[in-house]
Structures are given as C-alpha cells and as structure tokens.
C-alpha cells in the first residue's frame, strides 16, 4: 500500500500548500509504481501542483498528455481547463484559446466554466481584440455562480472600457454592478472606480461627493479596501493642489 498512503501524503501536503513536498511523493508514484491504482490520481496531481508553482511550461507538457491518455478519467473536465490554464501561463496563447474555446463547447454547465470565459476574455484582450474580450467577460458574468468570478469579469471589463476611453461606460457598469450585488461585491472598489471617472471626466465635484458618500457609508468597515483607495487619492489631490 505505499503508493496509496504516498497519495494521502502528498495530496495532504498540496492541501497544506507544501508543493514541493507533494510533488516529490507524486512524483515518486508516477516513477516507482507505474502500475498502482492511484497512478491516474497522481498523473493528474503531478502538473495540477506544477501549475500552483507556476512551472507552467512543464504543467502544460503533463496535463497535454494527461487528456491525451485519459479519456474517461473523472479528472478529464478539470485536466481539460488546467491545460488551458498552463498553455497561458506558458505563453502559448493560440494554444490556451483553442483548448479553452473546446472546453467551454463541451462542458458548457461545468462549474469553472465562467472562469474559462474570462480566460478567453484575457486571451483576447492581450490580442487587442478588445470588443470580443468584453464578450467573453460579460459571458463569464452571466455563467457565474460566485461572487469572485463576477470580480474578476467586471473588473476586467472596467480596464478594457479604460483602453478604449469608454469612462461612462465604466460608470455605467459599476453602477449596475453596485444595484445587482451591492454588499455582496467589491462595493468600494466600484465606488472609487465611479468617482475616479467623475473626476477624470472634468465632474470633479460630482466624484468628490462619490467619495465622500462611499466614506460615511463604508468607512468603519476594515474589509472595505476602496475606502483606502478613495482616501489615497483625496491625500494625493490636496498635496498636489498645496
């Protein structure tokens, strides 16, 4: 039985994040126990811990053949995205947006899905392609079922607005953003996004009171990271302005 308590090891050291501890037990069962019933289990672990030590090149050689030798595995949805993840992480862009595009056609209800969308949006926006990006992210919204992933979608659409000077655009979306999730979300940090933009648009008084507004509401709550944001930049204007 070592090759299964060398498992439980090591999938209990990724848990405790100690990667290279659980690569090398992983390891250890891919080279000394070829033929085990938990080879698959550490076929998959293996590059999925490369991956968190951000050695993408080699997590995207492992996971490449992991999805090419096991077609049935109950690892394969996951396997299938975290390929995507490495070829991005590698740079290999073409090659993240092909198995990303074939991942969210054939597990259109997976539970990462959304997270997959807004990987395309990054792909794309890298590209400059940036009307496609904002597709991508706004479908990532639609598909999420966390708070996070709405974040990341909505955040990120909110810098490509900027490359593209929509900055009423990007008071819009955090307006309807704050309606739809209001304390649920980063409601701070979209305050500071519609008050920068105010101000950037020449409505100086009209952001200043955005500010002031999102301090009163939000300013004794320690989590609320936009305030400090907020209360950086008003330092910021009053310096400049002395």
Known sequence: MRAEIDFLVGYSHFQLEELPEALGRFREIREDYPLSDVKEDADYWHPMTRLFLQEYHAAHVEFQEFVGRYSE??????ATFRLGVA???DDDFESSEKTLQHFVKIYPESKIVAEAYCMLGDIHGAWAQLGQAIQ???TGID?????????YG???TARVFELQGELEGIIRLFKSYIDT?????????????I??????LGREQEGYETFLQGIVTHGDDPKQFGIDMIIRDLIADQANAA
């Open 143 to 151: 598909k999420a079922d966390n708070i996070i992933h709405v974040n």
């Open 154 to 156: 909505t955040f990120q």
């Open 136 to 138: 991508y992210y706004d």
């Open 195 to 200: 008050g920068n933009m105010e101000i950037r």
């Open 181 to 193: 999730y209001g304390e649920r979300g980063n409601v701070t940090q979209a305050i500071y996004w």
């Open 73 to 78: 595995s109950d690892y394969l949805e996951d």
């Open 87 to 89: 070829q991005y992480g």
